[in-house]
T-cell receptor, first 113, second 111 residues
């Protein structure tokens, strides 16, 4: 297992377009998290899955954002009608729920032009 | 509402000396604290953690201290090495769920 994989690493899109990111967690991890990081800030929580159930969503996750984790494996994060303010690094992390911290992926950097 | 704060955006330390990174929090419900290290274009990497029932945890060159009454924690790196140059994030959680991060401190180790 090579850790948490995120695809793509970079995405440039025009304002108004839809984008979708994928995260493949560590296979034995049942928890999956999405975070967003903007310049000069720490990662901010977006949403969290335990297996296929989406258990929590941040108020940061507007109705243009949707996340899924079918069958409790990989997850996708879709942003509809992108805005320039959506430009950020989108980080995925997975965890087995123990107290040893998450494992983060390398992130997807989104630039909306 | 910044519940986890790292008030020093940057810190420079001579190689071989001790690096001390500080973090303050406001939510007394936090019961688990973590430090992450981040290089450019990579995701955060877990360094060390501490439960609220402890006041110190040590792992090699890294030690985390927790002062619950002051709602303050610190990360000590000794001796500091050039490879320690990175951005360090403090994070906190309630019941091992989502993490709340600070804004980070950029540590530069001067050879």
């Amino acid at each position: 297992d090579t850790g948490v994989s995120q695809d793509p690493r970079h995405k440039i899109t025009k304002r108004g377009q839809n984008v979708t990111f994928r995260c493949d967690p560590i296979s034995e991890h049942n928890r999956l998290y999405w975070y967003r990081q903007t310049l000069g800030q720490g990662p901010e929580f977006l949403t969290y899955f335990q297996n296929e159930a989406q258990l929590e969503k941040s108020r940061l996750l507007s109705d243009r954002f949707s996340a899924e984790r079918p069958k409790g494996s990989f997850s996708t994060l879709e942003i509809q009608r992108t805005e320039q303010g959506d430009s950020a690094m989108y980080l995925c992390a997975s965890s087995s729920g123990d107290r040893y911290g998450y494992t983060f992926g390398s992130g997807t950097r989104l630039t909306v032009v | 509402d910044q519940q986890v704060k790292q008030n020093s955006p940057s810190l420079s330390v001579q190689e071989g000396r001790i690096s001390i990174l500080n973090c303050d929090y406001t939510n007394s419900m936090f019961d688990y604290f973590l430090w992450y290290k981040k290089y450019p274009a990579e995701g955060p990497t877990f360094l060390i953690s501490i439960s609220s029932i402890k006041d110190k945890n040590e792992d090699g060159r890294f030690t985390v201290f927790l002062n619950k009454s002051a709602k303050h924690l610190s990360l000590h790196i000794v001796p500091s090495q050039p490879g320690d140059s990175a951005v360090y994030f403090c994070a906190a959680s309630i019941g091992n769920e989502k993490l709340t991060f600070g804004t980070g401190t950029r540590l530069t180790i001067i050879p």
